[in-house]
């Protein structure tokens, strides 16, 4: 299903007929938001206003219809290192669009395997935090958009994993994201490359409440035909 695209303003926060929640917003990037990439170029801005910019490597592509796509072979979206942050949620709208030829096919990447999101052969989510867990409950089905947000709370731990707007799965995993470089579709070397398209990518610092997780949702569903 194609990306139906909202108003953007030059915030960068308004999709459609809501706005995304702006408090504790790190890093936001949007396709559908000419001022997070204006069309051309391999250069992707952050709209929260803390210049967490990224880069398009290798051969991303992007649609006027509201997305990236990386290609599964080499493509990725890089990023500097952002403030370490010990409460957190990232927040993305994605899709893949072929079969995943591996079980670690990185979502998010980060240098030295920090903390990674993976995709397996059975379209299940895979998370990295000192070792790799198998997360059944939360799947992405080919072709399907899907918001997908990671919450987490360093005291605990706790990492809970949301799919459109709903809690899934519950963990006593996580890790400080520590001010290092992290990717879109990649790992930090070559090889296990994940094939998709990417509409937005969000990082909080702080532990984004269900309401909050939910408003977000529904702010961007109908763009993402949901």
Same mark, same amino acid.
């Given at each position: 299903?194609g990306?139906n695209?909202? *108003?953007?303003?030059?915030?960068?926060y308004?999709?459609?007929?809501?706005?995304?929640?702006?408090? *504790?917003?790190? !890093?936001?990037? @949007?396709?559908?938001?000419?001022d997070?990439?204006?069309g051309?170029?391999?250069?992707?801005y =952050?709209?929260s /206003?803390?210049?967490?910019? #990224?880069?398009?490597?290798?051969?991303v592509t992007?649609?006027?219809d509201?997305?990236?796509?990386v @290609?599964?072979?080499?493509?990725?979206?890089?990023?500097?290192?952002?403030?370490?942050?010990?409460?957190?949620?990232?927040?993305?709208?994605l899709?893949?669009?072929?079969?995943?030829?591996? *079980?670690?096919?990185r979502?998010?990447?980060?240098?030295?395997?920090? +903390?990674?999101?993976?995709? =397996?052969?059975?379209?299940?989510? $895979?998370?990295?935090?000192?070792s790799w867990r198998?997360i059944?409950?939360?799947?992405?089905?080919?072709?399907?958009?899907?918001? !997908?947000?990671?919450?987490? $709370?360093?005291?605990?731990?706790? !990492? =809970?994993?949301?799919?459109? /707007?709903?809690?899934?799965s519950?963990?006593?995993?996580?890790?400080? !994201?520590? #001010?290092?470089t992290f990717?879109?579709g990649?790992?930090?070397?070559?090889?296990?490359?994940?094939a /998709?398209?990417i509409?937005?990518?969000?990082?909080?610092?702080?532990?984004?409440?269900? @309401?909050?997780i939910?408003?977000?949702?529904?702010?961007?569903?109908? $763009? +993402?035909?949901?």
């Amino acid at each position: 299903m194609g990306v139906n695209i909202g *108003n953007t303003s030059s915030a960068g926060y308004f999709i459609g007929a809501e706005h995304v929640i702006p408090d *504790n917003l790190e !890093l936001h990037i @949007d396709a559908s938001d000419i001022d997070s990439y204006p069309g051309s170029g391999t250069a992707i801005y =952050d709209t929260s /206003g803390n210049s967490n910019n #990224g880069s398009m490597v290798n051969g991303v592509t992007w649609s006027s219809d509201g997305y990236f796509t990386v @290609d599964g072979s080499n493509d990725k979206i890089t990023f500097s290192s952002i403030a370490t942050l010990s409460d957190w949620s990232l927040c993305f709208w994605l899709k893949h669009t072929s079969a995943q030829g591996a *079980n670690y096919e990185r979502i998010f990447g980060s240098a030295s395997n920090q +903390f990674e999101i993976a995709e =397996d052969t059975s379209d299940q989510i $895979r998370i990295y935090d000192g070792s790799w867990r198998t997360i059944s409950a939360v799947t992405i089905p080919s072709g399907d958009w899907v918001n !997908l947000v990671f919450a987490m $709370r360093l005291a605990g731990p706790q !990492l =809970d994993i949301y799919k459109n /707007g709903v809690n899934l799965s519950s963990t006593a995993d996580g890790k400080i !994201l520590s #001010g290092y470089t992290f990717y879109l579709g990649s790992k930090y070397t070559s090889g296990e490359q994940w094939a /998709g398209s990417i509409g937005s990518f969000m990082i909080y610092s702080a532990r984004l409440t269900p @309401d909050q997780i939910l408003h977000n949702f529904n702010a961007d569903r109908g $763009r +993402f035909g949901i």
